[in-house]
């Protein structure tokens, strides 16, 4: 793409995701934690897919804030995000691990965390 | 490449986040969810252009979100990291009947909703609450105070009017304010603690 003006998306939305508007993986959440695995990038890969690549070259994001950054919508994100699992180039896991999503004091932790930010 | 824009520093995650939650501050336009959002997060305030139809289970090839996908909206969110590895995400959603594939995506997994009232025009957030509601979250309602709001209604009176259940925590909060901020979420989360016991969730 040529002559994209600033503060626009890489790739329209619809292009992002190669043709594909549905995930193959249905349980990618907003808040699933995708993290880079460090494998080199295949050559083959979109630009969108790259720029993913690239926003977790520094760290862990969440689905919608790599959303955020790279200014697409969060179905298209977890498009992109489920071709890259596939060719184990991102690792996703769930906000809360399993084990835990029931776990009495989550909320208790919640209060006491946010009765700590005051002052 | 020209790729995702320059200021990435700070929003990645940090290594002790483990469980990660997500709260709605749920609202008409104009009623302060962004404001809410901003004076507690610890991100610059981030949000997602949002394709309404694309939300949708219908939309299964790219045709289909060429022609439907119209209609965007932005959703902001905020991020909130605790002590203990806990990540408190907070997503303003506006509520309105056209949203409800997109609300419904982002309700999956909520702890709960802060419904925000503005007291000048009560039934604004009758939507909201409906939404809310049906999908089942619990919530509470925080009257955001603008300067101009009416004084004279009583605590009585406006859970009649906005026809809450007794149960329902009600807090006055000025979203410009941290501290006042966060006893709005307080409330929601003391009266997710209260409501019933853990395997009821
Ligand atoms: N006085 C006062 N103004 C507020 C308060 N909360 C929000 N506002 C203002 O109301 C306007 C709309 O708020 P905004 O957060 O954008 O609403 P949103 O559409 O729900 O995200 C902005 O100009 C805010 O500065 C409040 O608690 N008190
Ligand atoms: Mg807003």
Same mark, same amino acid.
């Given at each position: 793409?040529?002559?994209?003006?600033?503060?626009?998306?890489?790739?329209?939305?619809?292009?992002?995701?190669?043709?594909?508007?549905?995930?193959?993986?249905?349980?990618?959440?907003?808040?699933?934690? *995708?993290?880079?695995?460090?494998?080199? $990038?295949?050559?083959? =890969? @979109? %630009? !969108?897919? #790259?720029?993913?690549?690239? &926003? +977790?070259?520094?760290?862990?994001?969440?689905?919608?804030?790599?959303?955020? *950054?790279?200014?697409?919508?969060?179905? $298209?994100?977890?498009? =992109? @995000? %489920? !071709?890259? #699992?596939?060719?184990?180039? &991102? +690792?996703?896991?769930?906000?809360?691990?399993?084990?835990?999503?029931?776990?009495?004091?989550?909320?208790?932790?919640? $209060?006491?965390?946010?009765?700590?930010?005051?002052? | 490449?020209?790729?995702?824009?320059?200021?990435?520093?700070?929003?990645?995650?940090?290594?002790?986040?483990?469980?990660?939650?997500?709260?709605?501050?749920?609202?008409?336009?104009?009623?302060?969810?962004?404001?809410?959002?901003?004076?507690?997060?610890?991100?610059?305030?981030?949000?997602?252009?949002?394709?309404?139809?694309?939300?949708?289970?219908?939309?299964?090839?790219?045709?289909?979100?060429?022609?439907?996908?119209?209609?965007?909206?932005?959703?902001?969110?905020?991020?909130?990291?605790?002590?203990?590895?806990?990540?408190?995400?907070?997503?303003?959603?506006?509520?309105?009947?056209?949203?409800?594939?997109?609300?419904?995506?982002?309700?999956?997994?909520?702890?709960?909703?802060?419904?925000?009232?503005?007291?000048?025009?009560?039934?604004?957030?009758?939507?909201?609450?409906?939404?809310?509601?049906?999908?089942?979250?619990?919530?509470?309602?925080?009257?955001?105070?603008?300067?101009?709001?009416?004084?004279?209604?009583?605590?009585?009176?406006?859970?009649?009017?906005?026809?809450?259940?007794?149960?329902?925590?009600?807090?006055?909060?000025?979203?410009?304010?941290?501290?006042?901020?966060?006893?709005?979420?307080?409330?929601?989360?003391?009266?997710?603690?209260?409501?019933?016991?853990?395997?009821?969730?």
């Amino acid at each position: 793409m040529t002559g994209r003006p600033g503060g626009r998306p890489l790739v329209p939305a619809y292009l992002s995701t190669g043709g594909v508007a549905r995930p193959s993986r249905p349980h990618l959440e907003r808040l699933s934690v *995708l993290t880079g695995s460090g494998e080199p $990038a295949p050559e083959d =890969l @979109t %630009a !969108a897919q #790259l720029a993913l690549l690239d &926003v +977790l070259e520094d760290g862990s994001l969440t689905v919608v804030e790599a959303a955020a *950054l790279l200014r697409l919508p969060v179905s $298209a994100v977890r498009v =992109l @995000t %489920a !071709a890259l #699992l596939d060719r184990g180039l &991102v +690792l996703a896991r769930a906000p809360i691990p399993t084990a835990d999503r029931f776990e009495p004091d989550l909320l208790k932790r919640v $209060a006491d965390g946010l009765r700590a930010l005051k002052h | 490449m020209a790729s995702a824009p320059s200021s990435t520093s700070g929003i990645h995650l940090p290594d002790t986040a483990r469980d990660l939650v997500k709260i709605l501050v749920a609202g008409p336009f104009g009623v302060g969810k962004t404001t809410l959002i901003d004076s507690v997060s610890e991100i610059r305030p981030l949000h997602t252009e949002e394709h309404l139809t694309q939300a949708s289970e219908q939309v299964d090839d790219l045709d289909g979100v060429r022609e439907k996908a119209t209609t965007t909206v932005a959703i902001d969110f905020g991020r909130i990291s605790l002590p203990g590895g806990v990540v408190l995400y907070l997503f303003g959603t506006p509520g309105q009947e056209r949203f409800r594939s997109l609300w419904d995506d982002i309700a999956y997994g909520a702890l709960g909703a802060l419904v925000l009232v503005d007291s000048r025009r009560i039934d604004a957030s009758f939507d909201v609450l409906g939404l809310v509601e049906e999908t089942g979250l619990p919530y509470a309602v925080a009257f955001n105070a603008f300067p101009d709001a009416p004084r004279h209604h009583t605590p009585e009176q406006l859970r009649a009017a906005l026809d809450l259940e007794p149960g329902t925590p009600m807090v006055t909060c000025d979203a410009r304010d941290a501290n006042s901020s966060l006893d709005a979420l307080l409330a929601l989360v003391e009266h997710l603690i209260d409501r019933d016991p853990p395997e009821n969730r």
